[in-house]
């Protein structure tokens, strides 16, 4: 098929709206933390977004989407996008240039990473940042990618995920939990650091991820036109959804309607009908957005208030367990009414989908969690995961890069 302009320019703009995402999270991350620290996770973004594009440029495009060796991983046909081409299509999107498609999924392959600076935050040493983003691309992304983007072995068993609910968002959400477990607490662990220090710049980068999801979703219909139209509206009506739902239920449990409970409760509609929204009708995004509110917004009080673990954003839970719902939600509720080139659920009258989408999901949590688990132990063995104790108390803006978000 031809190069379709109309195609081209909408994958252009798809692929900026998601560029935006990574700052956002950063703003997102860094008003939800102490002042100490806000720059911290700024560093991490922004310098993240340097490091894993040129990742990305020389070998990970290549390790993701060559022809396939064995199902594993891709071959080494494209390092440097020699040979990508910039006038005609790749197979996985016949109607924009190859380069194109590059592009847009080398976004995906930057923030993935990066939302796990939201588990480790206020105590992860920048150097092993550095080399950690590095291996966990590695180790897991890029096979993980591969295996179901790439057509690798898991995409041949007939596992589906439209825009990254297993290959991002529960990758990122098991290890964010494996990170938080290997690195311990936060010193004085407890509420009283768990104050956001500025909630109009968590509010603006939380507005921004929301804008750049679009982008990230609708985007992932690799042309204009009635696929992606869906997926816009399937991914705005999941999102205010389960924002509704962390409204009320804060509002139930302290007496007053929440900032932070309303955005962390779109960011995790948006999380979780990631992998689905492709695939199912705006319905039933509804419901599902219900769904995710509430597992979104329990799954917190169980992971950080019950087992104490310090997955300091809340990453387990706002992207971890909501890409586990939104990918299951693929064997139940999905249907090629909507989506020819997809699979139908369980509601449909294909029962054995949601049998798949576990199994995807299973694999998926294991690579990240012992994978991450792994690249950790390695680092504190060798360089030290963790800054010192005086450290972390005076903060890492100063104490690892030697400057402050705000001045007296």
């Known amino acids: 098929m031809a190069i379709d302009t109309g195609d081209t320019a909408w994958m252009l703009i798809s692929t900026g709206l998601v560029m935006l995402m990574t700052p956002a999270l950063g703003f997102f991350e860094a008003g939800l933390i102490r002042s100490k620290n806000a720059l911290s996770v700024l560093v991490q973004t922004f310098s993240g977004i340097a490091i894993l594009s040129a990742l990305w440029f020389i070998v990970g495009f290549t390790l993701v989407f060559a022809p396939s060796q ?35 999924q080398m976004m995906f392959a930057v923030i993935t ?65 494996a990170a938080a477990l290997i690195l311990g607490r936060r010193r004085n662990f407890g509420p009283d650091i768990m104050v956001p220090h500025n909630i109009p710049l968590a509010v603006l980068g939380a507005s921004l991820l929301w804008i750049g999801w679009f982008g990230f979703n609708a985007g992932s219909a ?69 769904v995710l509110g509430f597992a979104s917004y329990y799954g917190i009080l169980l992971i950080k208030e019950h087992f104490k673990i310090d997955d300091a954003l809340d990453v387990s839970s706002v992207h971890g367990i909501t890409g586990i719902v939104g990918s299951i939600a693929i064997g139940l509720v999905a249907t090629t009414i909507i989506n020819p080139n997809g699979p139908n659920g369980l509601l449909y009258g294909n029962s054995i989908q949601l049998a798949i989408q576990a199994l995807g999901v299973a694999v998926a949590a294991v690579l990240a969690f012992v994978g991450t688990i792994a690249i950790m132990k390695i680092i504190d063995a060798t360089i030290g995961l963790k800054v010192k104790d005086e450290e972390e108390e005076i903060g890492l803006d100063i104490t690892q890069h030697a400057e402050r978000a705000y001045v007296d």
Do not use: C
């Not at 440097?80 to 299509?89: E, H, K, L, T, Y």
């Not at 057509?151 to 939990?177: E, K, M, N, P, Q």
């Open 70 to 104: 064995g199902g594993i991983i891709g071959g080494l046909n494209w390092i440097f996008f020699v040979d990508v081409p910039i006038n005609d299509s790749l197979e996985y999107a016949t109607t924009i240039p190859g380069v194109t498609f590059a592009s847009f």
């Open 222 to 290: 690799l042309a204009a036109g009635s696929l992606a139209a869906n997926t816009l509206l399937v991914t705005q009506i999941a999102s205010v959804t389960s924002a509704m739902v962390w409204l009320f239920l804060s509002w139930r449990r302290a007496g007053k309607p929440s900032t932070t409970a309303v955005i962390n409760g779109a960011i995790s509609g948006l999380a979780g009908v990631t992998p689905a929204a492709g695939f199912i009708t705006a319905q039933s995004s509804f419901f599902l957005g219900i």
């Open 113 to 177: 990473p990066l939302l796990i600076t939201g588990a480790f935050a206020e105590r992860l040493k920048w150097s092993s940042f550095f080399i950690f983003i590095i291996a966990w691309s590695f180790l897991v992304y890029y096979p993980l990618a591969h295996w179901i983007w790439g057509r690798g072995w898991l995409a041949d068993l007939g596992v589906y995920d439209f825009a990254g609910g297993i290959v991002i968002h529960t990758s990122a959400g098991l290890a964010s939990i």
